[in-house]
């Protein structure tokens, strides 16, 4: 669970939640609800040793369980969630970018707030900043699609009132990131058939691993599992897992996999969307499965399936995707460069080519967000 203190007052069950009275909806402020945590790496070693990894880095995995209990802190404050007795939840988690160097024992600070609230949605950005010398310098940052409901069906959530010229331009781009995640879904292969160029692709990469002029390692062997019971432990206020804890166990799946794919040390790079379809029962078994689908250079992308088992029933169901970009560095920390991955089966081609559309759509955002 999560090290950083949480302030929402934490109601004693979902049923009073439910009967909470309906208050009138409210246009609220940016700052009414925007956090600030910071985690003292450089002086608590108590702290520091509960997040460092073997390498002596952060363990990210870790970090990402704090962002998601923040942003649903944040979303809580905005909406008078307690009050109304709303259920807020984790919709997705829209991306996250590495800009800069996560140091173990450099004081990390998590500056968070609502970007842009719909009816009943609403987006938390979170800006995780390094501290270097007496400045904080951003070296990450994160959005969250927080969902607001009652008794199971969508409710209205009081609306944003972006005051300064940052918050407006914070609200506008809020508003095109959601339309760009219905375009992405509304783009999946599972909808639509490759483009002419893209089968080309695929069918001149299938020439060359036929022909052998292209030497590699087949994406059926990077495939790596894991299962896992889901405990009390991990669970919200509301009695599923919490959506941090399903993202640290796919984050750290995926960075095992770069370093048996690469046996580099990993360095992460970003996290495309990640939506979470389903909620997580306490009891049920959790299958985690990861395959390397896309290749390029000295960067891979690793693409996490989590499904959820009913012991009794013994049925599947999937509850989120979600698709981690990372590098290989070697002892000094040079960038090394990557086996190729080579699909085999249609299906691997489309995983393949959905890899490589999210990657050059990543690498693009990021050329935005640094400059």
């Known amino acids: 669970m999560s090290d950083i203190p949480i302030e929402a007052h934490v109601p004693p069950s979902v049923t009073k939640l439910v009967e909470a009275p309906t208050k009138p909806r409210l246009s609220r402020e940016v700052a009414a609800s925007a956090s600030e945590k910071v ?33 649903g802190e944040v979303a809580y404050k905005h909406t008078e ?98 339309q760009e995640r ?42 790596r599992q ?15 897992i919490f959506g941090g804890y399903l993202m640290r166990e796919a984050f750290e799946l995926a960075w095992n996999i770069t370093y048996l794919f690469c046996k580099k040390r990993p360095q992460f790079v ?13 009891g049920s078994i959790i299958s985690f499965t990861g395959t390397v689908v896309y290749t390029v250079d000295k960067s891979l992308m690793v693409e996490v399936v989590t499904e959820v088992i009913r012991p009794k029933s013994g049925e599947t169901q999937l509850t989120n995707v979600c698709y981690f970009t990372f590098n290989a560095l070697d002892a000094s920390g040079k960038l090394q460069q990557i086996p190729v991955i080579l699909p085999d089966t249609y299906e691997e081609g489309l995983k393949y080519l959905d890899g490589a559309k999210r990657f050059k759509l990543g690498e693009k955002k990021r050329t935005l967000i640094k400059n």
């Open 39 to 71: 985690l003292p790496f450089s002086t608590d070693l108590e702290l520091r040793d509960r997040y460092i990894n073997f390498f002596g880095g952060l363990r990210l995995g870790k970090l990402l369980e704090d962002l998601d209990l923040i942003a």
């Open 81 to 178: 969630g307690w009050e109304r007795g709303m259920t807020i939840v984790t919709a997705a988690c829209d991306r996250i970018d590495l800009l800069g160097e996560l140091c173990s024992d450099r004081d990390l600070q998590l500056l968070s707030s609502i970007n842009w609230v719909g009816r009943s949605s609403l987006e938390v950005g979170v800006r995780i900043s390094s501290k270097e010398g007496k400045s904080w310098v951003r070296v990450a940052r994160a959005y969250f699609i927080m969902v607001a409901r009652r008794e199971g069906k969508a409710e209205p959530v009081n609306s944003l009132e972006p005051v300064s010229k940052n918050e407006q331009r914070r609200f506008k781009q809020g508003e095109q990131r959601q």
């Open 182 to 223: 219905r375009a992405i879904v509304q783009t999946s292969y599972l909808h639509n058939t490759p483009t002419a160029e893209e089968s080309h692709v695929l069918h001149d990469l299938f020439l060359r691993i036929k022909n052998s002029e292209i030497e590699g390692v087949p994406m059926q062997e990077s495939i």
């Open 226 to 240: 894991s299962t896992l019971l889901m405990h009390p432990q991990s669970r919200n206020v509301h009695n599923n």
């Open 270 to 282: 970003s996290m495309d969307h990640m939506y979470f379809y389903k909620p997580v029962e306490i």
